[in-house]
């Protein structure tokens, strides 16, 4: 069974620093693209960031850019996301999320349950 | 970069009636790499479709995507009570690569 366990969110002030991790299991982590999405409250969902399997590519929305790094390590099938320069417009539930295969038209087919960053003074 | 939009933004429907949720985009899409979402609250996204009609693993045959250049559509033939939630659009765009939702529709019980 597929599971993306997020972690590391939480309160934060303004231009205060945060870093999500996600553990991953039941699947072959390495063999993935991974992502981050997130969701301000009440609102929709926004891509954060995603990056290759072996680290070689990363993208981000262009509102990150700059403050935002995503990683992976592959020897423990784990995520991660370091935010910093942190605004109050980050605030959001922050989703893993796995990048599917194949013909799955890098659809996102897998969801952690998600982490909420709050950045408030 | 791509704009999607969906309509209606809320949808009241009764529970057997069948549901249409429009996604349009403001320049054409490949049609491989348009997917959506059903997400309930409390709840992450879960995906329902993919390739504009290929449905996910698990997702019942009453879930049913269709259309391509700039016009998409997520049809559900006999809503269930399960079904009323919040669906979102979603494209990917490979220059530059990144993901796009839609504002999402709603789906409520009327």
């Known amino acids: 069974e597929v599971q993306l366990v997020e972690s590391g969110g939480g309160l934060v002030q303004p231009g205060g620093s945060l870093r999500l991790s996600c553990a991953a299991s039941?699947?072959?982590?390495?063999?993935?693209?991974m992502s981050w999405v997130r969701q301000a409250p009440g609102k929709g969902l926004e891509w954060v960031a995603h990056?290759?399997?072996?680290?070689?590519?990363?993208y981000y929305v262009d509102s990150v850019k700059g403050r935002f790094t995503i990683s992976r390590d592959n020897t423990k099938n784990s995520l991660s996301l370091q935010m910093n320069s942190l605004r109050a417009e980050d605030t959001a539930v922050y989703y893993c999320?796995?990048?599917?295969?194949?013909?799955?038209?890098?659809?996102?087919?897998?969801w952690g349950q998600g982490t909420l960053v709050t950045v408030s003074s | 970069e791509i704009v999607l939009t969906q309509s209606p933004g809320t949808l009241s429907l009764s529970p057997g009636e069948r549901a249409t949720l429009s996604c349009r985009a403001s320049q054409s899409v490949i049609s491989s790499f348009l997917a959506w979402y059903q997400q309930k609250p409390g709840q992450a996204p879960r995906l329902l479709i993919y390739?504009?009609?290929n449905r996910a693993t698990g997702i019942p045959d009453r879930f049913s995507g269709s259309g391509s250049g700039t016009d998409f559509t997520l049809t559900i033939s006999r809503l269930e009570p399960e079904d009323f939630a919040v669906y979102y659009c979603?494209?990917?765009?490979?220059?530059?690569?990144?993901?796009?939702f839609g504002q999402g529709t709603k789906l409520e019980i009327k």
């Open positions: 999320a796995r990048v599917g295969r194949g013909n799955s038209g890098w659809s996102i087919d897998y």
């Open positions: 039941g699947f072959t982590f390495s063999g993935y693209w």
């Open positions: 990056i290759r399997q072996e680290g070689s590519e990363k």
């Open positions: 390739g504009a009609s």
């Open positions: 979603q494209q990917y765009g490979t220059s530059p690569p990144m993901y796009t």
